[in-house]
């Protein structure tokens, strides 16, 4: 049977520092710009496990800021809403998980209507499957519960068997992705799970349709997946482990599921609260760390995935609404698919769109997005889930062209992920052609696949004027993680902030004030801002 392994005992950070976690991830911004956006009406659940697997597994609702209530406590030996109780005891562990998560007043969903509090050898043996060397299916529904925080692991993985106690067999990782893969599918619940406290990414946080967390600076499991080199972790959030960084990312989708459900993505709620399209929102919000890279066959990063979670940026994507494709063809297999006439072009350069395309034996089918593009960051995420049964996945990808002169610009085609992610820092003002292309031939899965597509094309423009005796330096807020550096001498590497005053917001502007000087000064947008 496989057991839930706690990845840290350890109590987190202090309130100071998670509070500073809220300015890092644009929740502060988030707060500033819009208004009651906590979580309210998600339920959500956080399935804990410990190194003595299973003794202490509760979270204290004090210690979280919640009166007695808001949790219900399950494990194989019943369940209740009172706290303390005889099921189990209080974990430091899931304390501070919960203080990441919902707590109040430095988490992130602070206003949950529910935490379904379970013990996770019995949550996973009872919802998801049991079984020792093969699983069974289990498929038992989580009551009402949409956002899952998985701050454990089921171990290392090896190639070679048999396998030593604590770490798991290829197979073994195969077999628990896909057991989340279609209760994920079946039921529509957003796992969220860490990625390991170093060492490769590993089981649960490598199942396809979940999102595998890494832990900024701090100790954090590396990616490719083991089993066939897909991209993991999926995002990364500023934590010392991974126990920590994972609960900010599932505070971040209740938040956005709650932001979808009262319409702030447009009318069509249910493509807004859809899994697939709020892991897309958060994945193509992340800010790229300096050292980020990734390439047309492997769309994320080794460490840090998209990036860094910042759900202000996913939610300003989520408010640009949904924009449908504005043209659909039918390809010849493997023929090029270069741009075509453009119709319908986007009215938002910032929004999402969730939509099903459909290819067949003979064809391949491309859903084209046009856009006017001033000059500036583009960044563009295309998920979609592995089918309830299926040990593969249809094969889609993600292409932006120039219209003028049909140039590829950018492409994003993996043949073992079902995540393709665009970044690029500086695209030039013009017309372009976003395409999805979902390729068909004799092996796909099926015919139709639903996606999620998020995208941003956005100015980054710092602009200098003059007040007095003063400079003032102003930049959107949006996209958050930018933030003026200076320096008194181009030629040098010697960028600071130094010398600078925090911005101030004013509407939607980033204003910072500089007194001016006889020296020369040049000034810069960096982005991350950490």
């Known amino acids: ?17 998670r509070a500073q976690n809220l300015d890092q991830i644009g929740v502060t911004l988030l707060h500033a710009m819009t208004t009651n956006l906590n979580g309210a009406g998600i339920r959500v659940a956080q399935p804990e496990a410990d190194y003595d697997l299973g003794t202490n597994w509760e979270v204290n609702p004090g210690t979280a800021g919640h009166l007695p209530g808001l949790l219900n406590y399950i494990s194989g030996a019943g369940s209740t809403t009172v706290f303390p109780n005889s099921l189990s005891s209080e974990s430091g562990h899931a304390d501070s998980v919960a203080q990441y998560f919902y ?14 509090n379970y013990d996770a050898n019995f949550f996973i043996t009872n919802y998801i499957f049991t079984g020792t060397t093969d699983y069974v ?3 038992a529904p989580i009551p009402a519960a949409t956002v899952v925080n998985q701050s ?6 090896t190639t070679n068997l048999p396998t030593p106690v604590n770490y798991l067999a290829v197979s073994d990782q195969q077999e628990i992705d896909l057991a989340y893969d279609d209760y994920t599918v079946e039921y529509g619940v957003l796992f969220i799970s860490a990625a390991n ?6 089981p649960p946080g490598t199942a396809y349709n979940s999102i595998g967390v890494a832990a900024y600076r701090g100790s954090s499991g590396i990616g490719p997946t083991l089993d066939n080199g897909r991209c993991k972790p999926d995002i990364t959030a500023p934590a010392g482990v991974t126990s920590f960084s994972t609960p900010q990312v599932s505070g971040a989708a209740a938040v956005l599921m709650q932001a979808a459900l009262r319409g702030d993505g447009g009318s069509d709620t249910n493509a807004a609260f859809d899994i697939r399209t709020i892991k897309a929102l958060l994945l193509n919000g992340a800010v790229k760390p300096a050292d980020w890279t990734n390439s047309y066959s492997s769309p994320l990063d080794a460490r840090y995935g998209s990036g860094i979670l910042n759900v202000f940026n996913a939610y300003e994507q989520l408010a640009g609404g949904k924009q449908n494709a504005g043209a659909t063809n039918l390809i010849s297999i493997g023929a090029p698919h270069a741009p075509i006439p453009i119709t319908n072009t986007i009215p938002t350069n910032s929004g999402w769109n969730n939509e099903t395309i459909s290819s067949g034996a003979t064809n391949d089918t491309a859903n084209h997005y046009f856009f006017n593009v001033s000059s500036g960051m583009a960044t563009a995420t295309l998920v979609w889930n592995r089918q309830f049964g299926q040990t593969n996945i249809n094969d889609l990808d993600l292409f932006l062209f120039d219209t003028a002169n049909s140039q590829l610009i950018a492409c994003s085609t993996s043949r073992v992920d079902n995540v393709e992610h665009l970044f690029l820092p500086h695209l030039a003002a013009g017309r372009y052609d976003l395409q999805v292309l ?34 003032v330096l102003s930049w959107p807020v949006y996209p958050a993680g930018f933030g003026a550096e200076a ?7 010697n960028w600071s902030t130094n010398a600078l005053l925090a911005a101030t917001l004013t509407g939607s502007t980033n204003i910072l004030r500089v007194p001016m000087t006889n020296a ?5 947008l960096h982005q991350p801002n950490f």
């Open 103 to 116: 707590g109040i007043p430095n988490g992130i969903a602070t206003n949950v209507v529910h935490v379904d």
């Open 1 to 17: 049977m496989y057991q839930a392994i706690a990845l840290l005992l350890a109590a987190g950070l202090p309130p100071a520092a």
């Open 152 to 157: 454990f692991t089921f171990g290392s993985e």
């Open 197 to 202: 406290n170093g060492g490769a990414v590993s």
């Open 487 to 493: 320096t008194t001498n181009l030629a040098t590497t």
């Open 137 to 139: 299916f289990v498929l």
């Open 438 to 471: 979902k390729n068909g031939g004799t092996n796909i899965v099926s015919n139709d696949e639903t996606y999620a597509l998020a995208f941003g094309f956005v100015p980054i423009q710092l602009t200098l004027a003059r007040a007095g005796t003063n400079s």
């Open 520 to 524: 020369l000064q040049f000034f810069r």
